[in-house]
């Protein structure tokens, strides 16, 4: 039986460029570079680890994004996945996490899978709760933030590093897991692997496929809303502390003024 | 017009594998690019990086291991590793220097021995065409190889070889008939480990500091006969055609530590300030970087052409072998030399990158022939 892994990447603007919104709050993606989400480059290495160990395993990776989002699932082909799966809708635009969820999950039960691999979180939202979501909507098990992964006949096993504790967790498959950026260094796509990459199968589903309605997803369908847009102000020159023998109370009262003690 | 309009750009895939090397590089060998440098030690953390991401000799075809890259590709992979550190693009750029003869020229038997290793990663290849009197008149070589059986013998001296000492294998060029003179030479792969090699103390040099060359010793070298790439007599003419391709990869290393220089600087004079404004709002500054990356763009664009024309081997493609080496090592110097100009004080320094790409440009102007040897051969080869 081919062990079926799904992984679920997004389609990021650039952490490094300028970041810019249109009129309905959400990110101006002409302004900026997008790229394969790098926390995500954790999740494709982690299934293709796995699936480089299994005598017969398929890597398919899916995405919700605008048409350039593309460029993240031929990353991810690149780097050896089989196959991808990329929604597309213009309705989709501007939904949130849940909506988001919705969309994944139904887009991962028309796949079909055994397990589902996410990154610890997106570089962009940050949220890192769509593995919980989609374990909750597909009612499977989730084993979250892991920094080790493997699968052991019909069970996935794991190890995450919490600051108190380590804990080793299986689960019976089918099951989601999400990987942290600890779990080791994603490769970067070979020569081979791009030119190969072209040829592979990209799957073009829209809502209608999914058999979701617009009105579940996207701004209006949210369930936040962003009611506002504020660039982060220039950093200050900070507060300088001359030390004339009273140097240590200055620097209590100003940090117990910012409430750090 | 268009966006589909597809003459005069690269593929979708080149752009991604320069994005896939440009990242590759910049995480895992320019930081060591200083310390390869001021240390004159060989860059193996780039050397790691390449293999880990089967970089290392992408030229190789599929039918023998190799990823199977195109000219052009390869060219893409060494620029980008030169951008970064000029001494690590010697490792993707030599060993396509030294397995191309085999790759010409060899027979089924030498291509399936010596390539799959080069394509694993576990081999370099090395190209000893130079002696100690016979630089620029490689046919005035002296290092002999005399016949005896099954076997041939070799002795002599090569000089300026890179990579000596680190590379597995060597496509080595001597005279078995002295009376016949370029026509007399031939050519073989010699091992390191063949009993009768050794090398010279490293040549301590201007820059590429990281790469080590060397002197290569042949001392009664005695190799089975099916070493021998190609037939006998046809050493010296492998040879030639080999830097027809290769030359190319000079000029793609060339513009590649030129593009390092010109955004490292482009980046400085954005940061620097006198004069109470960033000196790249003067336009004595801003005249000196539109004609550095002018000059670039036009040594890019030929050098891509060149490379083009080596994939098809197009009829001119000595001509432009020799003119995208010349042009755009002689821009890569110019280029190099105006990043320290414009970095000041600081840029003379080895705590700033462009004088150690000012030092690497240096030997692109030289090496694979020197410039006024790639004029002889675009006059004797004009379009």
């Known amino acids: 039986m081919t062990l079926r892994i799904a992984v679920c990447v997004k389609y990021v603007p650039d952490a490094t460029g300028d970041r810019g919104f249109a009129d309905d709050l959400t990110v101006d993606r002409d302004e900026v570079d997008g790229l ?58 501007g939904s949130d996490v849940i909506g ?69 967790l299986e689960a ?28 592979k199968p990209v799957e073009e589903l829209d809502l209608d496929d999914l058999g979701i309605d617009a009105d579940e997803v996207g701004l209006a369908g949210s369930w936040t809303q962003v009611g506002e847009v504020t660039a982060r102000p220039p950093r200050t020159a900070g507060t300088i502390v001359t030390d004339e023998g009273d140097g240590g109370k200055q620097l209590a009262a100003f940090l117990s003024s910012q409430k750090f003690i | 017009m268009g966006n589909d309009f597809d003459l005069y750009r690269l593929s979708e895939e080149h ?15 320019t930081p060591f690019a200083a310390a390869v440098d001021e240390e004159a030690r060989f860059p193996q953390e780039a050397l790691e990086a390449l293999v880990a991401a089967d970089l290392q000799a992408v030229h190789v075809p599929e039918s023998y291991g190799g990823a199977g890259a195109d000219a052009l590709a390869t060219v893409i992979v060494i620029e980008e ?3 970064a550190c000029g001494s690590s693009s010697l490792i993707p750029a030599v060993n396509k220097l030294g397995s191309l003869p085999v790759i010409l020229s060899g027979s089924e038997e030498l291509k399936k021995k010596y390539l799959a290793p080069l394509a694993r990663g576990e081999a370099m290849f090395s190209y000893c065409l130079s002696e100690p009197d016979a630089g620029s008149d490689a046919a005035g070589m002296k290092t002999r190889a005399v016949r005896d059986g099954d076997f041939w013998v070799l002795n002599g001296v090569k000089r300026w070889i890179t990579n000596a000492g680190v590379s597995e294998y060597y496509t080595v060029m001597a005279v078995t008939d002295p009376e016949k003179r370029s026509k007399g030479i031939s050519a073989f792969v010699v091992e390191k480990s063949d009993e ?6 490293p040549e301590k040099k201007l820059g590429i500091k990281g790469s080590p ?55 400085y004079v954005q940061e620097r300030k006198q004069f109470g404004k960033p000196i790249a709002d003067f336009q004595g500054v801003q005249f000196m970087l539109a004609d550095m990356a002018m000059k670039l763009e036009a040594a890019r664009q030929l050098t891509y052409a060149a490379a083009a024309k080596s994939e098809r081997v ?11 080496k010349c042009f755009a090592s002689d821009v890569a110097m110019e280029v190099t030399t105006d990043a320290v100009q414009l970095l000041g004080g600081y840029g003379y320094t080895r705590d700033y990158p462009v004088e150690r790409m000012m030092r690497d440009a240096k030997i692109t102007q030289i090496y694979e022939g020197t410039n006024q040897v790639q004029r002889i051969v675009m006059a004797r080869n004009l379009p």
Request: glycine letters at 8%; aromatic letters at 4%.
């Open chain 2, 81 to 83: 590793v030169a951008r």
């Open chain 1, 172 to 199: 019976p498959l089918p099951a989601v897991v999400s990987v942290t950026d600890q779990s080791g260094e994603a490769r970067y796509p070979s020569f081979k692997g791009i030119m190969a990459a072209k040829k």
């Open chain 1, 36 to 93: 394969l989400s790098e926390l995500d480059e954790y999740a494709v290495e982690q299934a293709l680890r796995i699936s480089e160990e299994s005598d017969d395993a398929e890597v398919t990776v899916i995405t919700v994004g605008p048409d350039d989002a593309k460029d993240a699932l031929r990353k991810a082909l690149s780097m050896g996945a089989d196959k991808a799966v990329h929604v597309n809708d213009d309705d989709i635009h």
């Open chain 2, 15 to 29: 752009d991604m594998l320069r994005e896939t090397v440009r990242a590759l590089a910049e995480a895992k060998i």
């Open chain 2, 314 to 324: 197009d009829s001119d493609l000595t001509f432009f072998g020799a003119a995208a």
């Open chain 2, 196 to 201: 009768g090699v050794s090398f010279g103390a």
């Open chain 2, 213 to 267: 060359t060397r002197e290569v010793y042949l001392d009664n070298v005695r190799i089975p006969a099916d070493r021998m790439i190609g037939a006998e007599g046809t050493g010296f003419a492998t040879a030639m055609k080999t830097l027809d391709h290769t030359r190319i990869t000079i000029a793609a290393q060339a513009i590649g530590i030129a593009q390092g220089a010109l955004d490292y600087a482009k980046g």
């Open chain 1, 100 to 168: 988001t969820s919705a969309i994944v999950a139904k887009a991962l039960e028309k796949t079909g899978f055994d397990l589902v691999i996410c990154g610890m979180a997106s570089t962009d939202g940050t949220m890192g709760v769509l593995p919980a979501l989609l374990a909750e909507r597909l009612n499977l098990p989730q084993v979250t933030l892991l920094s080790e992964v493997s699968v052991e006949g019909e069970l996935v096993k794991g190890r995450r590093d919490g600051d108190a504790a380590t804990e080793l």
